[in-house]
């Protein structure tokens, strides 16, 4: 209720007494409150004229980083006796310095700062402007106006800088790069000896075997080394986490695939990302910086959901990957999703799975319970027995317990050729 | 909760309202709106320390109830005067002080105070002038006349609040 609006009880009231008594005392009581009334309808604040610019610090950073926030006011109208602003902060964003809303007076022509620090989950925010209120010193009347400073943030996921993961894939494109062909031609591994041709290298020639054979000459061969198409499969489905923690069991899975995907495309491959859960989020394959720009975007807007279609790996729509590509399926991994991959593996594909460990990780949160133990040591027989499965069919598992950062286990694990990977 | 000028003020203007008309009725014999009047001080202040926003409207009511009874007892009417202004005032800085406290950050607070105190002080000021002149004046109003200038004023402040109200939500 407006505050003014309690004067008319209090006046009538004393109106009414003045009927009754028709003494001039009630009359006369009535003086403040109506002397009160006038000066608050004097002094009612008139329309605000406010211009507001705002400044962030940076518009783009990694996740954790601070940013500062900083708003200009110029009262471009009369004075304003009591001015309360209150920027309209994006949630879920942790103020983490200073206030995002202030009171005070501001004369006309006189500017304001406000500066405030934020911290923000990743993800893509966008400031809509300031509510701005202002008040008769009497706080009778007021006036109230969204004044527009737009302004945005993007966060990016985690990621950190890998070494170059050795993969295999069955067909590499055309161009040069890092990944073994299969083919003999320029190279660094030896491939095999062929036939000395016109126009060969004399260096290349391989002695050995052109000792063997006295009228021939044999010329050594290497593996050509090409870019290959590398499809990132991020698993999105709540399900796959849990409920306990499951968001930041995700964030590890976003930074895993945010960190591939900087990896291979900087060693020049073509890389895709199927985000797999809530909806239908496909990041067509592309090369460098681009491509590196469109899959973090796609990973800034990463949520973990649920929906019918999509609850099982089966409805995967394998079709966009190229044939005989590389895959890598980032997911803590459901009993139903083997039968799948299994699939993609005798389709052609080579797959790669990076598991974050949810046993581990939930384990960790709980308290001590032999019961826990107990359920515990039986979830991780099961998930040892379904990775075994996996490898056994050659696709490459990696098992990741959170706690290891990703970097270490990726260069310890998957920088070795593939077939010397023991899992 | 720090201790700032307008806080004392109020602390001041609420034990004052309180001792008038407890005195007031004291001389009429009338202990228990002595008691109640009393009660009414303290809570007010229990409220302010609270953080209870309804204490302020709550005291100011309560307090124009018992002035409003107290022309019907014949108690002194200047002093009755001094009662509602210094109520009236009191009930404006609890408003004040939620409104300061409400607000996360203040910039130029001594600034703000020091106006919002010189305001009310002209008030209060032009309200004793005004409010012993209008006791002191004597009209004699049939009781047509009265009627007539009661619904004037009846629908001249209704009509005034219908006014604000709009202009306040635009």
Redesign the interface.
């Known amino acids: 209720m407006?505050?003014?609006?309690?004067f008319?009880p209090?006046?009538?009231?004393?109106?009414f007494?003045?009927?009754l008594?028709?003494?001039?005392?009630?009359?006369?009581?009535m003086?403040?409150?109506l002397?009160?009334l006038g000066?608050g309808?004097l002094?009612?604040p008139d329309k605000i004229s406010l211009k507001v610019a705002r400044s962030l610090s940076a518009d783009r950073v990694p996740l954790g980083a601070t940013v500062d926030v900083s708003l200009k006011l110029t009262n471009e109208g009369p004075r304003l006796?009591?001015l309360?602003l209150e920027d309209i902060v994006p949630t879920p964003i942790e103020l983490v310095g200073?206030?995002?809303?202030?009171?005070?007076?501001l004369e006309r022509g006189e500017t304001?700062h406000l500066k405030y620090s934020l911290r923000a989950g990743r993800g893509y925010y966008r400031f809509q402007g300031v509510n701005v209120r202002t008040?008769d010193?009497?706080?009778l009347?007021?006036?109230s106006k969204l004044l527009r400073a737009e302004g945005r943030l993007i966060v990016l996921p985690h990621s950190v800088k890998l070494k170059s993961i050795r993969i295999k894939p069955r067909r590499t494109r055309v161009y040069s790069g890092l990944i073994p062909a299969r083919s003999g031609g320029q190279g660094i591994d030896f491939f095999g000896v062929r036939e000395h041709q016109k126009g060969d290298l004399p260096r290349l020639i391989n002695w050995k075997a052109t000792a063997r054979h006295p009228h021939a000459l044999f010329t050594n061969e290497f593996e050509q080394e090409r870019v290959v198409d590398v499809g990132l499969i991020l698993d999105a489905r709540q399900r796959s986490y849990g409920r306990f923690n499951e968001n930041q069991l995700f964030e590890h899975a976003v930074s895993a695939t945010a960190a591939l995907a900087e990896s291979f495309l900087n060693d020049g491959n073509r890389v895709g990302m199927y985000n797999y859960g809530r909806v239908v989020d496909w990041t067509f394959p592309g090369y460098g910086k681009t491509q590196k720009e469109r899959i973090l975007r796609a990973l800034i807007g990463a949520k973990l959901g649920e929906h019918m279609v999509f609850e099982k790996l089966e409805y995967l729509p394998v079709r966009l990957f190229p044939a005989s590509s590389q895959l890598i399926f980032i997911s803590p991994l459901l009993r139903d999703d083997k039968q799948t991959l299994l699939q993609l593996r005798a389709r052609g594909y080579q797959v790669l799975v990076i598991s974050p460990d949810r046993i581990s990780f939930e384990q960790e949160r709980l308290k001590p319970d032999p019961y826990i133990e107990i359920g515990k040591r039986v979830a991780y027989l099961d998930r040892v027995l379904m990775l075994n499965e996996l490898r056994q069919a050659d696709i490459q598992v990696l098992n990741w317990p959170v706690n290891i950062p990703f970097h270490n286990l990726v260069s310890s694990s998957l920088t070795r050729h593939p077939a010397l990977y023991a899992g | 909760m720090m201790m700032t000028i307008s806080h004392k003020a109020l602390l001041v203007l609420t034990l004052f309202t309180t001792c008038i008309l407890a005195i007031g009725y004291a001389s009429t014999g009338l202990m228990v709106w002595v008691i109640l009047i009393i009660a009414c001080g303290l809570f007010w202040l229990f409220g302010l320390k609270a953080g209870w926003d309804w204490a302020g409207?709550t005291g100011?009511?309560f307090f124009?109830a018992a002035?409003?009874r107290g022309?019907?007892l014949d108690l002194p009417?200047g002093w009755?005067?001094l009662s509602?202004?210094s109520a009236?005032l009191a009930w404006?800085l609890h408003?004040?002080i939620n409104?300061?406290e409400k607000?996360?950050?203040?910039?130029?607070r001594s600034?703000?105070e020091r106006?919002?105190l010189k305001?009310?002080m002209?008030?209060?000021g032009?309200?004793l002038i005004?409010?012993?002149v209008?006791?002191l004046?004597?009209?004699e109003l049939g009781?047509g006349w009265?009627?007539f200038w009661?619904v004037l004023?009846?629908l001249s402040?209704?009509r005034?609040?219908d006014v604000?109200?709009r202009?306040?939500n635009?």
């Open positions: 407006k505050k003014f609006f309690l008319g209090l006046l009538f009231g004393l109106l007494t003045g009927l008594t028709r003494t001039n005392e009630p009359f006369a009581f003086m403040p409150l002397i009160y000066a309808i002094n009612r006796e009591e309360f200073g206030t995002s809303d202030l009171l005070t007076t304001l008040d010193h009497l706080g009347f007021s006036k | 409207t100011l009511i124009m002035i409003t022309i019907f009417s009755l005067l509602v202004v009236l404006d408003q004040f409104r300061l607000a996360g950050r203040i910039e130029k600034e703000i106006r919002h305001r009310i002209i008030i209060a032009l309200s005004l409010g012993t209008a006791l004046v004597e009209l009781f009265m009627l009661g004023l009846v402040l209704s005034l609040f604000l109200g202009e306040n635009q």
